[in-house]
């Protein structure tokens, strides 16, 4: 099992400003799977994904990813986890405007250990042409391929995607969600994406529903849909 939570909870505010975000959270992630979480606003999905990422501290709970439990890390070690297992991509991008393309993913290649070949992922993302070019002068596509290079250069075994495709029109989406579906097959990367969009659940093997805090429906995907054929994007 590559991502594991048991009994997790997780809350903000007291008093008459106390909410429970997550209200006990089981969910088992098998390595190399690309898994899509879903709900409406305020379901718990991010807030999840944060956790697993070592974004936001757990209430109470466990979290075990690659078997190591992550929920209680602080400082130098937390850093450690997120800087060896993780990689991000979010759905305004973060680059660092005052770099380059190269620039912005070289940042996390010397974080890396085992790096992959930023050549390699620039050619396959598409964006080798662009790679001298400040992010204020590459469309939104092009930046959200910048962000995802630079989230893989680190070769990371878990990519946390929090609306990966949000701020993008529908012909892009489909352009990045192809991208993913191709670096999960070449590398085995497992991949949870945080979503809005009802028809990405389609492409990928295992679907988790969050309604107010709980799990609603949690099943693998017995019909895949390659993200080229994707509709309603």
């Known amino acids: 099992m590559h991502v594991e939570?048991?009994?997790?909870?997780?809350s903000y505010g007291e008093?008459?400003?106390y909410v429970e975000v997550l209200k006990g959270v089981n969910v088992k992630i098998e390595?190399?799977?690309m898994c899509v979480i879903q709900g409406t606003s305020g379901s718990g999905k991010s807030t999840l994904l944060n956790c697993i990422g070592g974004l936001d501290e757990v209430g109470s709970g466990s979290i075990k990813v690659a078997g190591t439990e992550i929920s209680n890390l602080k400082g130098e070690k937390l850093s450690d986890y997120r800087r060896d297992n993780l990689g991000f991509i979010f759905q305004f991008y973060n680059l660092i405007p005052n770099l380059t393309v190269r620039e912005n993913i070289e940042v996390c290649r010397y974080l890396s250990k085992n790096p992959l070949d930023i050549d390699e992922l620039l050619t396959i993302l598409n964006m080798?042409?662009?790679e001298k070019k400040f992010p204020s002068q590459l469309s939104g596509g092009q930046q959200q391929r910048c962000a995802i290079a630079r989230a893989l250069v680190k070769n990371p075994e878990l990519l946390l995607c929090d609306e990966p495709t949000g701020a993008l029109d529908s012909k892009t989406s489909r352009d990045i969600l192809i991208l993913l579906e191709q670096i999960n097959k070449k590398y085995g990367t497992t991949m949870i994406i945080v979503t809005h969009n009802n028809s990405i659940k389609n492409m990928v093997d295992h679907v988790i529903y969050l309604k107010d805090g709980q799990i609603s429906k949690d099943y693998i995907n017995e019909k895949k849909v390659p993200a080229a054929e994707l509709e309603d994007l």
Request: without cysteine; charged residues 55%; hydrophobic residues 5%.
């Open 5 to 10: 939570t048991k009994d997790l909870r997780k």
């Open 31 to 33: 390595k190399g799977e």
């Open 15 to 17: 008093g008459g400003s």
């Open 128 to 130: 080798k042409e662009q």
